[in-house]
């Protein structure tokens, strides 16, 4: 049966954390900063840094790290330091992370919400004489540590661990119940954290596939406002005057036009804040000269999330023009469906709405040698008339734009 943590006692008058009675006494003042500095980890990554610093500076440490390790393939990796440098990872990573004897030598001690020094995970004796304490630690001034496992799952477990230099004493009896007693709050902080993390990614991740489309896409709030744009909404309210963009979301130029927008734009948040069940709808938004009108398309989006003051997408509007020339990667025409080079240039002008004669003249070549390719293109994606190849290609995943790099959250 696991015992559940131990009760700090509060005692302002008590230096901060431990009593010469070895009771763990503690300001209330202190440790209140310290669970403060804890929760803020959990929705700024940065923040566990300052976390490991004060618990180094508790427990009379020089170095804290918050390691993760799969001891059965003896993947390893740091997510933070503090007291090394970085070049004290790649030796870890490389090598010394396979031989470490605390993570294998006793496996049952390490289970989420346990606190163990490096004497509970394995014997002195074996440990002084390991290659990764001789090796990879002494090097390093370090030697004793505490570590307080946050997550554990099989042979994957995450650890917060603060070592102590070789002239240290080893960790004993009151630093382990004080960890343990700051545990339930280290939990907290890592699962929140390391689901922030998630949504952060995942929110990166459609962010980079709404910037591949070729078509406009905007996101708006309970409240009309613009939460996102694509690349491709961003190029086209560069330029375009009969949709804008605005702080209290989009307006189109022609006050009708406007009204009708609206109108759509508010049943939509009825519906996606759960209010309403309007559909959205589509609508023309008319342009000056001879551009054909932009095609709008509202629609809710339902979120489902109980709302904590931040804002939400409630709308997405989509905004196709008919007049831009739908980009084509001939490369990828060529892998999907073994086309030469010749006949994916040729497909990629067809499906731009050009004619035969109009490719001709683009490539510089004979109209019959163009006819000639159409049918060997035919054969190769099994169309018989131009327009189902026009309608097989526009469907084709050649329609998105180049990928932007990003950075990615670890």
Same mark, same amino acid.
């Given at each position: 049966?696991?015992?559940?943590?131990?009760?700090?006692?509060?005692?302002?008058?008590?230096?901060?954390?431990?009593?010469?009675?070895?009771?763990?006494?503690?300001?209330?003042?202190?440790?209140? +900063?310290?669970?403060?500095?804890?929760?803020?980890?959990? =929705?700024? &990554?940065?923040?566990?840094? $300052?976390?490991?610093?004060? /618990? %180094?500076?508790?427990?009379?440490?020089?170095?804290?790290?918050?390691?993760?390790?799969?001891?059965?393939?003896?993947?390893?990796?740091?997510?933070?330091?503090?007291?090394?440098?970085?070049?004290?990872?790649?030796?870890?990573?490389?090598?010394?992370?396979?031989?470490?004897?605390?993570?294998?030598?006793?496996?049952?001690?390490?289970?989420?919400?346990?606190?163990?020094?490096?004497?509970?995970?394995?014997?002195?004796?074996?440990?002084?004489?390991?290659?990764?304490?001789?090796?990879?630690?002494?090097?390093?001034?370090?030697?004793?540590?505490?570590?307080?496992?946050?997550?554990?799952?099989?042979?994957?477990? +995450?650890?917060?661990?603060?070592?102590?230099?070789?002239? =240290?004493? &080893?960790?004993?009896?009151? $630093?382990?119940?004080?960890? /343990? %007693?700051?545990?339930?709050?280290?939990?907290?902080?890592?699962?929140?954290?390391?689901?922030?993390?998630?949504?952060?990614?995942?929110?990166?991740?459609?962010?980079?596939?709404?910037?591949?489309?070729?078509?406009?896409?905007?996101?708006?709030?309970?409240?009309?406002?613009?939460?996102?744009?694509?690349?491709?909404?961003?190029?086209?309210?560069?330029?375009?005057?009969?949709?804008?963009?605005?702080?209290?979301?989009?307006?189109?130029?022609?006050?009708?036009?406007?009204?009708?927008?609206?109108?759509?734009?508010?049943?939509?948040?009825?519906?996606?804040?759960?209010?309403?069940?309007?559909?959205?709808?589509?609508?023309?938004?008319?342009?000056?000269?001879?551009?054909?009108?932009?095609?709008?398309?509202?629609?809710?989006?339902?979120?489902?999330?109980?709302?904590?003051?931040?804002?939400?997408?409630?709308?997405?509007?989509?905004?196709?023009?008919?007049?831009?020339?739908?980009?084509?990667?001939?490369?990828?025409?060529?892998?999907?469906?073994?086309?030469?080079?010749?006949?994916?240039?040729?497909?990629?002008?067809?499906?731009?709405?050009?004619?035969?004669?109009?490719?001709?003249?683009?490539?510089?070549?004979?109209?019959?040698?163009?006819?000639?390719?159409?049918?060997?293109?035919?054969?190769?994606?099994?169309?018989?008339?131009?327009?189902?190849?026009?309608?097989?290609?526009?469907?084709?995943?050649?329609?998105?734009?180049?990928?932007?790099?990003?950075?990615?959250?670890?």
């Amino acid at each position: 049966m696991v015992n559940s943590p131990p009760k700090l006692t509060v005692n302002s008058a008590k230096p901060f954390p431990f009593s010469p009675s070895g009771e763990v006494m503690y300001s209330q003042e202190e440790v209140l +900063s310290l669970v403060e500095l804890i929760y803020g980890a959990a =929705g700024d &990554p940065a923040r566990w840094i $300052e976390v490991l610093q004060r /618990l %180094a500076a508790v427990f009379q440490g020089t170095v804290g790290t918050i390691h993760h390790q799969d001891t059965s393939s003896q993947d390893s990796n740091f997510s933070t330091l503090w007291g090394a440098g970085p070049e004290a990872i790649v030796p870890y990573v490389a090598y010394y992370g396979a031989l470490n004897p605390l993570m294998t030598t006793r496996p049952q001690l390490i289970w989420t919400g346990s606190v163990n020094t490096s004497q509970m995970l394995c014997p002195e004796e074996i440990y002084l004489r390991s290659e990764y304490c001789q090796d990879y630690l002494r090097p390093l001034d370090l030697r004793d540590c505490i570590a307080a496992t946050l997550r554990n799952e099989g042979a994957n477990s +995450s650890n917060l661990t603060i070592f102590r230099p070789t002239r =240290g004493e &080893p960790f004993g009896h009151e $630093e382990r119940e004080f960890l /343990l %007693a700051l545990m339930p709050h280290l939990q907290r902080a890592f699962q929140l954290h390391t689901r922030i993390q998630g949504l952060e990614c995942k929110a990166s991740a459609a962010g980079d596939v709404l910037d591949q489309l070729q078509q406009a896409v905007v996101l708006l709030d309970a409240k009309g406002c613009v939460l996102l744009v694509n690349q491709a909404a961003t190029a086209l309210f560069a330029s375009e005057k009969a949709l804008k963009l605005t702080p209290r979301g989009l307006v189109a130029a022609i006050s009708s036009e406007n009204r009708q927008l609206n109108t759509l734009i508010q049943g939509a948040i009825a519906t996606g804040t759960g209010d309403g069940l309007h559909s959205g709808g589509a609508m023309a938004v008319s342009r000056s000269g001879l551009h054909r009108p932009l095609q709008v398309l509202v629609a809710p989006l339902r979120t489902r999330m109980i709302y904590l003051g931040k804002d939400v997408s409630v709308v997405a509007v989509f905004v196709s023009d008919p007049e831009r020339e739908p980009a084509s990667n001939s490369a990828v025409l060529a892998q999907l469906f073994g086309l030469t080079r010749a006949e994916s240039r040729l497909a990629t002008i067809l499906a731009s709405g050009y004619t035969l004669k109009d490719a001709a003249d683009q490539l510089c070549v004979a109209e019959s040698t163009v006819r000639s390719q159409l049918k060997s293109i035919f054969a190769k994606t099994e169309t018989n008339r131009q327009s189902e190849l026009v309608r097989l290609l526009s469907l084709a995943p050649s329609r998105l734009t180049q990928t932007r790099n990003v950075d990615g959250l670890r």
